[in-house]
């Protein structure tokens, strides 16, 4: 069982608005803007798309955002196009012994 | 930029260690602002994060894994390492090794993954 908490799957059709949100608890999420959010395609390593909550690396499109609210992050992606569809894993710091916490993961098919 | 790439054994038989070695490419291990991270996924699963080096050798692990797993940093050869005892076929899994920023925890880049078998 993930520390964090993702839906298994979330479907939208081009050109739609989808989100995935990652629940934690004051520990992680709720307590620090160290979340970060990954995609990976089937066989590839996961991407780094979003870091310290709403922050966009160099080469990411703007199409993808992330957002907190209490326990909860959120990535949206605005204008889905067959290339998104993959599965997004969201990450957080913890204050727990284990430093590091994953989502459990979460497939988006774009219909 | 920088690259990492890991390689080792793809198969170990239970009960034996598994071994595997990050080189980084691109840039210095040596670097303050990063930790140096291991990661795996089993097949059809999620991330697990599994620990991580400083470039001074501090290392953090996951408690779950903890006293299986040590992790070492090569800084002559500019590579770190994993060393996982005991192995069961629970890890049999793709291993990652990953650039983790020190303030914020974000990890990039990534290797492109080994995938290791447990089997005898």
């Known amino acids: 069982q993930s520390a964090l908490t993702q839906p298994a799957s979330v479907s939208g059709s081009p050109g739609q608005s989808i989100t995935i949100s990652c629940t934690g608890t004051s520990s992680d999420v709720g307590g620090y803007n160290y979340v970060s959010w990954y995609q990976q395609h089937p066989g590839k390593a996961p991407k780094l798309m979003i870091y310290?909550?709403?922050n966009r690396p160099s080469g990411v499109s703007n199409r993808f955002s992330g957002s907190k609210s209490g326990n909860t992050a959120s990535l949206t992606i605005s204008g889905l196009q067959a290339e998104d569809e993959a599965d997004y894993y969201c990450?957080?710091?913890?204050?727990?012994?284990?430093?590091?916490?994953f989502g459990g993961g979460t497939k988006l098919t774009v219909l | 930029q920088v690259q990492l790439q890991e390689s080792g054994p793809g198969l170990v038989k239970p009960s034996q260690t598994l071994s595997l070695t990050c080189t980084v490419s691109?840039?210095?291990?040596?670097?303050?602002?990063?930790?140096w991270s291991w990661i795996r996924q089993p097949a059809g699963k999620g991330l697990e994060w599994i620990g991580r080096i400083y470039t001074s050798g501090s290392t953090n692990y996951n408690p779950s894994l903890k006293s299986r797993v040590t992790i070492s940093v090569d800084t002559s050869k500019n590579q770190f390492s994993l060393k996982l005892s005991s192995v069961t076929a629970a890890d049999t899994a793709v291993y990652y090794c990953a650039r983790e920023d020190i303030a914020v925890n974000w990890f990039d880049p990534w290797g492109q993954g080994t995938l290791v078998t447990v089997s005898s």
């Open positions: 990450s957080s710091y913890t204050s727990s012994s284990t430093y590091v916490v």
């Open positions: 691109g840039g210095s291990i040596s670097s303050g602002s990063y930790y």
């Open positions: 310290e909550v709403s």
